[in-house]
């Protein structure tokens, strides 16, 4: 079934009746050719790809839960490409291009929203920071602008300009950066690789890998044992445990990242706003609910729900950046579980036995990357070959300490800086 104007039209006239169940409800088939681990946005990516630019379709997706119902259903939906140094960069400059094509792909309202990201300066050595990297992002062929403080006061008047400890000397505006409705990807993603044959199979948590002779031959599921020719890991903060299945120790730590979001309001805020001194960013949803977060809880964990200091944290962030926001009730908080990477970038890589390929170590920042994630992973899965824009994200950069990828640009390759 195809989505159009009409069709909502048509729909609202005659009772909303006409809608279809988006995907179907398969039993797992006892072969695969591709088994993908993993229902959230990077495995459903995935499929999607594997069947539309390879042709392969004799896959599924199997996926504990329910589809959606991990980080890709948890997080604040920001979306850009504003990354300083080479590997990330050209990375996520794919993954904005195609989130930019991804309804028209899609055939599904994704509420990709280019409201821009507008990033915060409080000093002169912060602004020098962001002169040097909004030009990488210019050489990368995406898009920057440098702002005065009346610049941008012009784009968030409602923030606090007066605040001594943190005066705005500028910011950094990244037009083609925003916001999407996280949920609704993944539901797009689903609903296309369905469409093309994939089987989406909730419900059925992966227990176990089977591999004989250095080859992946299939899974071990709550469902019964899946026979497959490859097996791609795409779990997100459970990483760690499955890869375990296979033997494989991961340089992979799981936090708790926690979101706040107040009532609805009316427009205060056209940007996403990022509050990097004080560790917290802020946009609104079209529903006007302020949507708000700051940093890790700081400690492992598996438990899908933050604590208490890091709320206090970021609440007092709130208040600093901008006071009237203590007006607005905070309406519900949730957690994540983030899988963090050493060097704060992604793996998507073969591992050490044949047919078995790996993507994680996504962090607080994999969103964005949902559909370059896929698209590449796909390309490795079909190929195996990496693909271009993702050749850097190698797994063994962490035992050799060749080619680390600094995702901040603050510093871990000091030679860079
Ligand atoms: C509060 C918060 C805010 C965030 N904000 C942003 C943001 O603004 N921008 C941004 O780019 N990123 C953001 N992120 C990060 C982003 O959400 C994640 O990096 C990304 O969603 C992870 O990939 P995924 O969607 O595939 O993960 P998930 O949706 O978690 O998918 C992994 C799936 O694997 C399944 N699984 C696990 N183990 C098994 C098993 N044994 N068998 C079968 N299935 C299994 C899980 O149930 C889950 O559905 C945020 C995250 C959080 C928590």
Known sequence: MGYSGFKVIKEGLFGQKGWK???????????????IIGGGGH???????LAKE???????????????????????????????????????????????????????????SQR??????HSDGQRDAFVRRGNAMINQGDDAILLSPEGVREQVPFIDFENTRFPI???????????????????????GADQRGVDLIQNCEVTGIDIQGGV???????????????????????????????????????????AFVSEGVKPVLNNVVSFGMGHFYISQSDKGGLVFGGDLDFYASYAARGNLPMAEHVMDAAMTLMPAIGKARV???????MDMSPDGSPIIDKTDTDGLFLNCGWCYGGFKAVPASGFAYAHLIAKDTPYKTAAKFRLDRFATGQGLLDEEGTGSQHNLH
């Open 21 to 35: 169940p988006v995907w179907r409800n398969p039993d797992p088939k006892p072969e695969y050719d591709v088994i």
């Open 43 to 49: 495995g459903l990516s995935t499929a999607y790809y």
């Open 54 to 112: 390879h042709g392969i379709t004799n896959v599924a997706v199997l996926e504990k839960g329910y589809l959606g119902g991990g980080n890709i259903g948890r997080n604040t939906t920001i979306v850009r490409a504003n990354y300083f140094l080479p590997g990330n960069s050209e990375f996520y400059s794919h993954s904005l291009k195609l989130w930019e094509g991804m309804e028209q792909d899609l055939n599904y309202n994704t509420m990709m």
């Open 116 to 121: 821009g990201v507008l990033n915060l300066f």
């Open 169 to 191: 000397y500028g910011g950094l505006l990244h037009k083609r950066g925003g916001t999407a409705r996280h949920d609704a990807v993944a539901w797009g993603y689903a609903r």
């Open 216 to 258: 992946v031959k299939g899974v071990q599921t709550s469902r019964g044992p899946i026979r497959a020719k490859k097996v791609a890991i795409v779990v997100a903060g459970r990483s760690s445990q499955v890869a375990e299945m296979a033997g494989m120790r991961l340089p992979i730590e799981s936090h708790v990242l926690q």
């Open 331 to 337: 309406l519900r908080s949730w957690g994540g579980i």
